[in-house]
């Protein structure tokens, strides 16, 4: 049974990505405190630094035997049937 705690875990966690992903649309389309000149510089900023450095930072300070190893599993075989579905969609086309 989903509980009242376990609903405000999940809004606690949520609703400041979705607050965050707002402000920043906001930023560009209504307030134009951003060009998309900056935006680009921005997204380049957090593809090329931000997301491996954060991803080197979870992988290294994640103990693996401490791992769900059936959840892995689902996650991976997901992965593989989304990149194949990926594939035939591409050769379709």
């Known amino acids: 049974m989903i509980t009242g705690k376990d609903m405000y875990d999940v809004l606690a966690a949520m609703v400041p990505l979705y607050v965050a992903m707002i402000l920043a649309y906001g930023s560009v389309r209504w307030w134009g405190i951003f060009t998309p000149d ?6 380049r900023f957090v593809a090329v630094f931000a997301v491996p450095l ?10 693996p035997y401490a791992m769900n190893y059936h959840f892995l599993a689902a996650d991976s075989l997901q992965k593989v049937v989304i990149l194949a579905a990926l594939f035939l969609w591409q050769a379709r086309i």
């Open 38 to 43: 900056q935006c680009s510089g921005i997204n």
């Open 54 to 63: 954060l991803s080197f930072h979870f992988i290294s300070s994640n103990d």
